[in-house]
Structures are given as structure tokens and as C-alpha cells.
Nanobody, 124 residues
Framework: QVQLVESGGGLVQAGGSLRLSCEASGRTFSLHRVGWFRQAPGNEREFVAVILWSGNYTYYSDSVKGRFTISRDNAKNTVYLQMNGLEFGDTAVYYC?????????????????WGQGTQVTVSS
């Protein structure tokens, strides 16, 4: 089993920045990738970004490309999401998720482990 704990959410003005953290514990050696998703009220859970647990591959949704950066610190078992240039439309609960295989990284159903989520609110 793998446990994920997010932190770093909060209230920020449009144009501001936040950094989310996702700390993994447990059988982290079994992980293949960690992704960030978000869900706004009334919307489906949306893919944001993904990074391999080992290696440099990253991938972003078009809506955040150029503004968000996903990174990883294996020594701390932590994945980060640096969010710059935040917009009102970025308001959502942000979840990190982890998977042990490489298939369909943009699909929530392909992830076995999920954190509890952290709220990000961008004021206009």
C-alpha cells in the first residue's frame, strides 16, 4: 500500500503562486508515476500533470502548460506542483495520485492511490 498526503493549498489572488506538496509513504518502491488532478464543484476530476517516480518524463494538460511545473524529490518521497500565474479557473480541490504501471496517465481510473485533496481558491 501507498499513502499520499497533500499540503500547500490556500487562498491566493489571481496572478499569484502556490506550491502543492504530495508526500508518499509505504511501498513507494512500487510506484511508476505520480499525477496531479483537480476537481471543481459540478465538474469531473481533471488531469493536471504527471511525473515518473524514476526518470525525467513529465506531461501537462494544455490548460496549465507553461504556468505549472511538476517536480520530484525522491529523497523526501515528495512530488511538488508549482503553480504560477494562477487564474480564477484554477480554483478546485487538487489531488495527487500514484500508480504502479505506465498506462493511461491522464485517466483517473488508472491510479491506485489517492490523497485526501487540498483546496486551492483563486480570487479574481
Amino acid at each position: 500500500q501507498v499513502q499520499l498526503v497533500e499540503s500547500g493549498g490556500g487562498l491566493v489572488q489571481a496572478g499569484g503562486s502556490l506550491r502543492l506538496s504530495c508526500e508518499a509513504s509505504g511501498r513507494t518502491f512500487s510506484l511508476h508515476r505520480v499525477g496531479w488532478f483537480r476537481q471543481a464543484p459540478g465538474n469531473e476530476r481533471e488531469f493536471v500533470a504527471v511525473i515518473l517516480w524514476s526518470g525525467n518524463y513529465t506531461y501537462y494538460s494544455d490548460s496549465v502548460k507553461g504556468r505549472f511545473t511538476i517536480s520530484r524529490d525522491n529523497a523526501k518521497n515528495t512530488v511538488y506542483l508549482q503553480m504560477n500565474g494562477l487564474e480564477f479557473g484554477d480554483t478546485a480541490v487538487y489531488y495527487c495520485a500514484a500508480a504502479g504501471s505506465g498506462l493511461q496517465p491522464r485517466h483517473p481510473g488508472s491510479y491506485e492511490y489517492w490523497g485526501q485533496g487540498t483546496q486551492v481558491t483563486v480570487s479574481s
